[in-house]
């Protein structure tokens, strides 16, 4: 057992990271830096198991995370950053977790169930896909996280992860691995501007955390509001309104969300004071992650990754060191 | 593409070996390791997955089967015999051909298949389970095998890495993989002298290689042969008969097989003649294995099979290397 607390959290690197990522999780791992031992993962060896014919987006979008990552404030003198694929530990934590739960209980993770819902993608999920939650927990007991900071829809997912803690503890007898739980970001699925789904990459949806002044703005005016609120003195509905959610996530002024709101419903505000306001709002947030993003090095950034997925290699070979005591297949 | 001739061969440290792994592969593998570079895996990952609550028994028999393959003339001068948990390239090659081939194809493997209908093992099959054919052709594609002499219970798993190996090929625009054709052994499912099912440690019904003569003597003379054959003069049934089965498996006399079988139908041939006649062959079989055993100094094994999974490793991480560039994910 431990009392010390670690933080693992990640990125998929299948695209550049948008203000969802950041109110869902960036914001929160920024804050935890200090107060916790932090691992930063990005999961290139995840995003394959669903972009496995489309690798180069994957490489080429480690580097695009990793900017985001410096650029909003993560510090690599703080967080260890690592590349999945470069702690081959992991790998083998995987396999001997694989022992330990049902494929009964892998197709009731919700993503999996989805997909077996709709008969065209049932019979092609990938043995990959199914698994990944295995891989998960590969990743947070390597490092012996314990806590996550996630979206409420990874909540299934640690739960899994959990599970299979108990269940390795229980079967070899052992207190090694560590269950972990999850911190809530604020806002756990921000909508996208076209306020049809999650804000997204492959949706075409999300406001980027490396979009320009001009580009931001442009999304924001171009954002679904109540399509019944055509005059200033119209009521209008703050519910499914795109620019209310974006409100909701980014103004921390409660009072004064709260008296638009009440102007909104009553008629008297118009769309565009409101979107100049978020507008505002957003160009203040992102100003300092593009002035930061300026200043990062490129011909750096592998080194640091490289060095980062050392550090984490030594942390996640002990562990693994561990796990092969405890199961008795070691050999020397 | 390669001209060079590659054997993979292996067994799961699940229990000692016998007389049906002998004929079904053993016997095989000691003429191949003169004309192919030979790999003998010991498969302690492979028998964890359906012996992950059991770990110690698979430890001890990585020593057993490793005798076992001495004594019955494997030579560690010809061939590499490695230990498949000290080769961890294995793990990541297994990952990344986990996207590469759907759980529904999986299903179809006649052993997890035979699970699924029995209704109270489908729900606990593990992930781990489900997936030891994709392991199987991690193991298979990393030493670039071409041949793999197996029973015919084992066909349908090399057709499985066959199918990731073109899979892969194609995804990645390669030739990097090389498939594996089967090289049967004489007697594929050599019978359990109880003549109940094939020969196995876990139903007590098997000639191991390490008995010792009393004990072959007495289980040969235990075997189930014609129940209706009571009289010498009886007429006896050859099919079915234990005896002769092994003898189909181990008499190399094909004339004298037949007209002993045309006696023994006839009627005029004893049980114990024959039983006599077996037991001399089996002893005269397994007295050079017993003599080599010997020989074996213990404080050596480990070194040994260390140093070979060391070598294997050199040749697995240059397959990875490849895998990882051609699906581009390396990083210096």
């Given at each position: 057992?431990?009392?010390?607390?670690?933080?693992?959290?990640?990125?998929?690197?299948?695209?550049?990271?948008?203000?969802?990522?950041?109110?869902?999780?960036?914001?929160?791992?920024?804050?935890?830096?200090?107060?916790?031992?932090?691992?930063?993962?990005?999961?290139?060896?995840?995003?394959?198991?669903?972009?496995?014919?489309?690798?180069?987006?994957?490489?080429?979008?480690?580097?695009?995370?990793?900017?985001?990552?410096?650029?909003?404030?993560?510090?690599?003198?703080?967080?260890?950053?690592?590349?999945?694929?470069?702690?081959?530990?992991?790998?083998?934590?995987?396999?001997y977790y694989m022992n330990l739960i049902s494929v009964t209980r892998l197709e009731r993770n919700p993503t999996i169930k989805n997909e077996l819902q709709h008969k065209s993608f049932a019979n092609s999920i990938t043995a990959g896909f199914l698994s990944y939650p295995i891989s998960q927990a590969a990743d947070i007991t390597a490092f012996k996280a314990t806590h996550i900071p996630v979206g409420d829809d990874q909540i299934a997912l640690i739960e899994v992860s959990n599970e299979i803690v108990r269940r390795f503890n229980r079967v070899y007898n052992t207190d090694i691995l560590v269950e972990s739980e999850v911190i809530l970001g604020k806002t756990s699925r921000l909508i996208g501007i076209d306020g049809v789904a999650k804000a997204s990459k492959s949706l075409n949806n999300a406001i980027f955390l490396s979009d320009s002044p001009e580009v931001v703005k442009q999304k924001v005016y171009s954002m679904y509001t109540d399509p019944n609120h055509i005059k200033v003195s119209d009521q209008g509905r703050v519910?499914?309104?795109?620019?209310?959610?974006?409100?909701?996530?980014?103004?921390?002024?409660?009072?004064?969300?709260?008296?638009?709101?009440?102007?909104?419903?009553?008629?008297?505000?118009?769309?565009?004071?409101?979107?100049?306001?978020?507008?505002e709002i957003l160009q203040s947030l992102l100003a300092p992650i593009a002035e930061k993003r300026a200043t990062i090095i490129e011909e750096t950034i592998l080194e640091t990754l490289v060095h980062g997925s050392e550090v984490a290699r030594g942390v996640a070979a002990t562990t693994l060191r561990a796990v092969r005591d405890v199961i008795g297949i070691t050999y020397n």
């Open positions: 057992m431990q009392n010390k607390r670690v933080v693992l959290t990640g990125d998929r690197p299948t695209g550049p990271l948008h203000l969802g990522h950041y109110i869902g999780s960036l914001k929160n791992r920024i804050s935890l830096q200090d107060g916790y031992e932090c691992f930063v993962m990005i999961a290139d060896v995840q995003a394959l198991s669903d972009n496995f014919d489309n690798p180069q987006k994957i490489k080429k979008n480690v580097i695009e995370v990793f900017k985001d990552y410096i650029a909003t404030g993560i510090d690599p003198q703080k967080c260890t950053i690592l590349i999945q694929s470069l702690v081959p530990e992991l790998f083998e934590l995987t396999t519910e499914g309104n795109v620019v209310f959610a974006y409100l909701d996530a980014f103004l921390n002024d409660e009072d004064e969300l709260a008296s638009l709101k009440s102007q909104y419903r009553r008629g008297g505000l118009g769309d565009s004071v409101l979107k100049s306001l978020l507008n």
